[in-house]
């Protein structure tokens, strides 16, 4: 795993769209396709915008998953993420070839048939965010770190369903769903490459805690740091409580 701090989020959002293009580019060079899973929240929009300004993507040849959605929420709601997907990557690339996680379906039946399409073959690459509560996807403290699941449903916790009230998603914490679906810890580790993107003082305290505490199912995105090929992209702000040694400018 590599830490890699920038002076903000725009600085840190061109970075990893940088990385994450040449990958891509890689992947398609290599075997035809670009297989990627995108996470889709306040904190990946600066991300996203750059990726989809990268040159040279072909993106008709780029298969995308998704990372979660909460379960019961309508797409045209603000706070849902199959909207954010749409509007942020897949209308402004034309990919023609992605995987929602739908959730107004049956939830069994949707992580079911995702979750098999998702198996077929490798993860090329993942763009993850990591939540105030540590969580990656939705996978809140304490994590599974064992299922061999590939998408799961999962009870969202206090803290969890706060940030989405505070990121204005929600005007209240009863507006937000209980439940949603989530790709599993083992299924997120086993792309070949994650790019994480974690802007934003909000995020200080779960950077401080998954990046310098015990790798831990109550730090869920402590699982990271056993990844071969993980980078996690911080900004001044998001990284403010690290030590000096980790804390150092790419």
Not at 146 to 158: A, F, G, K, R, W
Not at 165 to 181: D, T
Not at 238 to 248: D, K, V, Y
Request: hydrophobic letters at 45%.
């Amino acid at each position: 795993m590599v830490l890699k701090v920038f002076p903000d989020k725009q600085a840190l959002g061109k970075a990893a769209a940088a990385q994450a293009a040449t990958a891509i580019r890689r992947a398609i060079r290599d075997h035809g396709t670009g297989r990627v899973v995108a996470a889709t929240a306040a904190s990946q929009s600066e991300f996203l915008d750059a990726l989809v300004r990268e040159p040279d993507i072909d993106w008709i040849r780029v298969e995308l998953f998704h990372l979660d959605e909460y379960i019961g929420l309508p797409a045209t709601h603000p706070g849902s993420f199959r909207k954010m997907l749409l509007e942020l990557l897949v209308h402004r690339t034309g990919i023609k070839k992605y995987h929602l996680l739908d959730g107004d379906a049956d939830p069994a039946e949707v992580v079911g048939r995702v979750g098999q399409a998702l198996r077929s073959a490798p993860i090329d690459i993942e763009f993850l965010g990591i939540g105030e509560n540590g969580h990656i996807a939705f996978n809140d403290p304490p994590a599974d770190f064992e299922t061999e699941e590939p998408y799961l449903i999962v009870n969202l916790d206090e803290a969890c369903r706060r940030q989405q009230v505070g990121e204005a998603w929600f005007a209240n914490i009863s507006q937000v769903p209980k439940q949603a679906l989530s790709m599993s810890v083992k299924q997120i580790l086993k792309a070949k490459e994650i790019l994480a993107v974690v802007p934003d003082t909000r995020k200080a305290q779960a950077v401080k805690a998954c990046f310098e505490g015990e790798i831990s199912p109550m730090a869920p995105a402590s699982i990271l740091r056993k990844h071969p090929n993980a980078t996690i992209y911080l900004d001044e702000k998001s990284s403010a409580l690290l030590s000096s040694s980790l804390r150092t400018y790419a």
